[in-house]
């Protein structure tokens, strides 16, 4: 049974930073690209960022990008969002998702992704 548990959320005021973790299991971790999506209230779960199965190339949401580090430790299972200058409009329930395309496309689409987590929110006040 696949699983992807997602940690690190919480409260934060603007400016500041968090690091969440997607710790996956069930999976051949290290064969599939990895996703970060994120779902304010009232809106679409939006893509925030990816990363390659390798780790090698990562791609950024405009909104986040110079801001927000993407990466993964495939001897640990698990993928990180390191969150830096945070802002009210980054509130939102942050998800993990899985991709099993090895392609160096970019997929941003939610319909790319094969498994989620059950998310982790983040509320940041300004």
């Known amino acids: 049974q696949v699983q992807l548990v997602e940690s690190g959320g919480g409260l934060v005021q603007a400016g500041g930073s968090l690091r969440l973790s997607c710790a996956a299991s069930g999976l051949p971790f290290s064969n599939y690209a990895m996703g970060w999506f994120r779902q304010a209230p009232g809106k679409e779960r939006e893509f925030v960022a990816r990363?390659?199965?390798?780790?090698?190339?990562?791609y950024y949401a405009d909104s986040v990008k110079g801001r927000f580090t993407i990466s993964r430790d495939n001897a640990k299972n698990t993928v990180y969002l390191q969150m830096n200058s945070l802002k009210p409009e980054d509130t939102a329930v942050y998800y993990c998702?899985?991709?099993?395309?090895?392609?160096?496309?970019?997929?941003?689409?939610?319909?790319?992704?094969?498994?989620w987590g059950q998310g982790t929110p983040v509320t940041v006040s300004s």
């Open positions: 990363i390659t199965w390798t780790g090698d190339t990562t």
């Open positions: 998702a899985a991709d099993k395309d090895k392609s160096p496309r970019v997929r941003t689409s939610i319909r790319s992704y094969e498994y």
